[in-house]
Structure formats: C-alpha cells, structure tokens
C-alpha cells in the first residue's frame, strides 16, 4: 500500500518535470506496474497450485496440525447436525481438527481444540487413549462426567487415534444419533 500512494504521487509530480524526466519516470512507473502484476500472477499459480495438489491428495483424509485444507462435505455436515441439535453451551469432545472447526460451525466449545487450549498437551492424550479405546468404562465415563461431555465427533482423525469403527462397541453406553460416509456423533 506504502509503495502504491508513493507512485501515485510521483506520477502526479511527473507534470513539474521536464519532457526527458517524464519519459523516465513513466518508463520506471511502467516496469513497476509489470513487475507488480506479474509477481500476483505468480502468486496466484502457486496458490492455485497448492489447493489443486491438496484436492488430489488422498492423506490426509482430515487436515491436521499445519496443513491447511477445506473440510470435507460430510465433515461439515456433522457439524451442522450439532449445531441444529445441541445448544450453544453444549461442550463437544473430538481431536483437534474438528476441535478447531466446531466452534466455527456449529458454535459450540469443545474440549480441545486449538494449540493455545489450556492444557492442550494433556488434553490431548487423554483424547487418545478416550478413542483409542484404552480407558476402562468406568475411567471413560469419569472423564466424560467430570467434564459435561454428552455429545462425542467422531470422526477420521479420531477414528485413526485406535483403529476403532465404532466407538459403541469399545464404550457401550454411547449411543450413536448420527452417522454419514466419514463421521458419527455418539450422544450419552
């Protein structure tokens, strides 16, 4: 913005110099604008690059950590469930990925979400060992009545913290309100 207002000016100043100056500074103006156009240009290859490459990738399913990626159809459509089905006070338990995407979509809290959650590296492997199915029954249900968790996403990431297909087979009392190709929502 700093470099745009400074040629604006000087192409208006342009009018005070004589006839040798003005083709000089015009000249100059010129090869700005050209270098200015062709660096968006190939900014927006390299843009247009990086989301094609993320489009065809098949891993990961689900962004995690760094990777910067729109979220997949029927991951948005989970949330628009909760959204629809919970109210806005209800505290969602997922991975992160869908951690940092609920409160977006569905307006909710979640129990972990974003590196800056207090205790995240805690929270975290408490998460895995919930969906890797490595806490006992009455552990799970400690944990999830100890923090008003009604309401579980699960979805790629946490399905691939166990390996499990269906949380209600490791964690019984669960029961599943919604279900789509990627995503279940488990309700207790």
Do not use: C
Request: charged share 10%; no cysteine; net charge neutral.
């Amino acid at each position: 913005m700093p470099l745009g207002i400074l040629t604006a000016y000087l192409l208006l100043d342009v009018g005070r110099l004589g006839n040798i100056w003005k083709k000089i500074a015009a000249g100059i103006a010129a090869i700005l604008i050209i270098l200015g156009l062709g660096t968006m240009y190939s900014s927006w290859r390299w843009q247009k690059e990086f989301l094609d490459q993320k489009i065809t990738a098949t891993q990961p399913l689900v962004p995690t950590g760094s990777y910067v990626m729109y979220p997949l159809k029927n991951f948005v459509a989970a949330m628009i469930f909760i959204q629809d089905q919970t109210s806005r006070t209800t505290v969602i338990l997922s991975e992160t990925t869908a951690g940092n995407y609920l409160p977006v979509y569905s307006g909710n809290t979640v129990y972990v979400g974003q590196a800056n959650t207090v205790n995240t590296e805690q929270k975290e492997g408490i998460v895995k060992s919930f969906f890797s199915g490595s806490m006992s029954l009455a552990q799970a249900t400690d944990f999830l009545t100890a923090n008003n968790l009604h309401y579980i996403f699960f979805g790629p990431q946490e399905m691939a913290d166990g390996g499990i297909a269906d949380l209600s087979n490791t964690y019984p009392f669960l029961t599943k309100i919604y279900s789509n190709t990627y995503v279940k929502i488990y309700h207790w």
